[in-house]
């Protein structure tokens, strides 16, 4: 069982930056590689970016690739999504996701074992 809990999820203007974490419970977080979606209000949640279990590999949208990064630190059992050019369209809940076992980073929902309870990420025009 793995618990993810996310945290710096906040109100940013456009053009601002935002970096949120995950931290994850247990002694096996290496195992996991490790997702960021997103839900905005009336909308289905949307894959975001993924890391593989080392960090060597990542994976993202169309939508946030190049000003988005993912980053982990197995020795904290945390998974990290730096957000910079944020844009109105950003504005979601963002959820971190654990799937268990290694390959290349996952981009669908039904991959992914644990989620977190997420954090409001609100960008202001």
């Known amino acids: 069982q793995v618990q993810l809990v996310e945290s710096g999820g906040g109100l940013v203007q456009a053009g601002g930056s935002l970096r949120l974490s995950c931290v994850a419970s247990g002694r096996t977080f290496s195992s996991y590689t490790m997702g960021w979606f997103r839900q905005a209000p009336g909308k289905e949640r949307e894959f975001v970016g993924a890391?593989?279990?080392?960090?060597?590999?990542?994976y993202y949208a169309d939508s946030v690739k190049g000003r988005f990064t993912i980053s982990r630190d197995n020795a904290k059992n945390t998974v990290y999504l730096q957000m910079n050019t944020l844009k109105p369209e950003d504005t979601a809940v963002y959820f971190c996701a654990a799937a268990y076992g290694g390959g290349a980073p996952k981009a669908a929902i039904r991959q992914y074992d644990y989620w977190g309870q997420g954090t409001q990420v609100t960008v202001s025009s």
């Open positions: 890391i593989n279990w080392s960090g060597g590999n990542t």
